[in-house]
């Protein structure tokens, strides 16, 4: 049985720092890609970053890009997302995905099989 879980969210001031843990079972880890895509009430779930299994390749959504970062740890099948210099627009319910192939489409919802139940992260002004 596969299982993602996620953990780090938590309430933070604006500017602060937090870094979201998801770990990986069940499942060869060092061969998926690992996403995280965040959703606040009302609004389509969009993605934030993702890294292929090799962790040679990152990307990031243009909102985030410079300020989170995405790592994994194939040893501990866990995949981290640091998020520095947070904003109130980062509030949302954080989730980790896993995507099999080689080259999935990273930024797509669709290409991730297995997905995490969420962590919430609030950012104060």
């Known amino acids: 049985q596969v299982q993602v879980v996620e953990s780090g969210g938590g309430l933070v001031q604006a500017g602060g720092s937090l870094r979201l843990s998801c770990a990986s079972s069940g499942l060869t880890f060092s061969s998926y890609t690992m996403g995280w895509f965040r959703q606040t009430p009302g609004k389509e779930r969009e993605f934030v970053a993702a890294m292929t299994w090799s962790g040679n390749n990152q990307y990031y959504s243009d909102s985030v890009k410079g300020r989170f970062f995405i790592s994994r740890d194939n040893a501990k099948n866990t995949v981290y997302l640091q998020m520095n210099n947070l904003k109130p627009e980062d509030t949302a319910v954080y989730y980790c995905?896993?995507?099999?192939?080689?080259?999935?489409?990273?930024?797509?919802?669709?290409?991730?099989?297995?997905w995490g139940q969420g962590t919430q992260v609030a950012v104060t002004s």
């Open positions: 995905a896993a995507a099999s192939g080689r080259t999935p489409p990273a930024s797509r919802e669709y290409a991730y099989d297995y």
